[in-house]
Structures are given as structure tokens and as C-alpha cells.
């Protein structure tokens, strides 16, 4: 099944005792490239998240932003910097002294000053906190996969409506080009019989001319390739491989052997077909820098 690299997928959850939000968006990138965001405490989960997505994400610029509130405030410590609040006293004892200023210093006035009351966290078993985010992690995972299959499903059915044109196209030439060598012959007969009047022709002259034009603009090899190169186009897009840069790189040889029609090829009709082929490979090319 065709994915797009582009998603998002978001999930909530209220678990163990912690209020867990794990977000996920993601952007059309070569290869994957993974950021994540998590509370500065719990920074070991930035490794392990990144290799958890990676298992279910092969393509794609990766944004992880995780926030984790623990509901349960036994898990918390309050300490008193005891040596910053001693500062602090002496300063403003110093302050009353000097100014004769009412000297009302109390806790609550202390506590005011930044860093005086630090709040610190009771150690957390990291693999519980791995495995409570990691639940999380799957459910916003389910809704960001599953947007990009239905990104992906459009972008399937818009490739394989374009090289079902390509094809179409294809036949047409396979149709027109013997055509082009008998209208050249004609051509070429009624253009000796301009020049020279009613003098016989030189039959095995003229033969030979269109045999050499016949092999100029012989194009059953660029066809016979383009629809293995489609074949193999909608192989991959019934693939559940991440299967992007494999198109990326068929596109191009689709490309090529169109390009060397057109080159061979001096049909008026043919050329206004190979102009409409190359705008659809455009597309195509367009479309699949998006799937994963």
C-alpha cells in the first residue's frame, strides 16, 4: 500500500498516575530524519523514540513532540537552597540596618526569590516511563500511519490514472509509426517523380532510402521498455515496501525512453504525443516525491 510522507497523528492519555500527550508530524525528506521534543527529565527517551518509529517509518522528516505531567505530586520533592535563602536574609537585614527600614522578613517573602525553593523530581524507573510513553506513542502512530495511507491512496490513483495515459499513449505510437515509413515512401516517390517526370524509377533506390529512414525512426525498443518500466511502476505501487526512491529512479528511465522517441521520431502526431507523455511523467515524478 502507497504512503505519503506527509501525517500527523496526535494521542492523549491519562495512565499510571501521569498525564501523557504524544504529538507526530511528518514532511517529505530523502531519507528519515527524526526530532523529538520531550521534557529535559525525561531526555532518554529521545533515542528510544526515534528508533521505535523508525521500525513503523521508513521515509520522511519526523517531528516527536512528547509532554508527560505526573498526576501524582508524592513524586515530587520541594528542597530549601539553604545557602542562596542565608544570602538572601543577610541582604536584607543589611538593607533594614542601613535605611532604618522595618525589618519583616518572613518564609513567605524568602520563598519569593528565585531558585531559594527547588522542586525536585523522585527518581522514576525509566522503563516504565518508556513503556507508558510507548502506548501513547502507538496510538498517535495508528492515526499518523493511517493518514498517510489515505494521502497514499490518492496519490495511487492519480499515478496509475497517468500511466494508464502513458500506455494508451504507447499504442498510439506502436499504431502511428509504421504509418510515418509508408508516407515517407509515398512522399519520397512523389517527390523523384516532381524532379525527374515520367523517367523510371529506380526501384532499389528508393527501397534502400526508406529502409535507412525505417531504422531512424524505429521505436519498438523504447516501447517494448516503457511497458516494462509501467509493469514495474504499478508493481511497486501494489508494494507494501517503501518503495519512493525505486519510482523516483524508474520515472527517470520512463523519462529517458520517452525523450528518445521524441528525438527519433519526426511525425508531427507523434511529437504532440510525446510532449502530452512527458507533461503526465512530470506528474508522476511530482507525485511520488511524497511517497514514502
Known sequence: MVKSMTGFGRAVKEIDGYNITVELKSVNHRYFEFFSRCPRQYGFLDEKLKSYINSRVSRGKVECYVTIE?????????????????????????????????????????????????????????????????????????????????????????????????????SFIEERSPQTVKEYNDKLKERVHELIGDVSLDESRIIQEVAIYADKVAVAEETVRLRSHIDQLRAFLESDEAIGRKMDFLVQEINRETNTIGSKCSDVEIAKKVVDMKAEIEKIREQIQNIE
Open 70 to 170: 505526573a498526576l501524582n505530586t508524592e513524586a515530587c520533592d520541594v528542597v530549601v537552597n539553604h545557602t542562596l535563602a542565608s544570602a538572601y536574609v543577610k541582604a536584607l537585614s543589611e538593607i533594614s540596618l542601613t535605611y532604618s527600614l522595618e525589618n519583616n522578613i518572613s518564609p513567605s517573602v524568602i520563598s519569593r526569590f528565585q531558585d531559594v525553593l527547588i522542586v525536585r523530581k523522585s527518581e522514576e524507573d525509566e522503563e516504565k516511563i518508556w513503556d507508558l510513553v510507548k502506548e501513547v506513542t502507538d496510538e498517535a502512530l495508528d492515526k499518523f500511519i493511517e493518514m498517510r495511507e489515505v494521502e497514499g491512496r490518492k496519490m495511487f490513483d492519480d499515478v496509475y490514472s497517468r500511466s494508464q495515459f502513458i500506455l494508451d499513449t504507447v
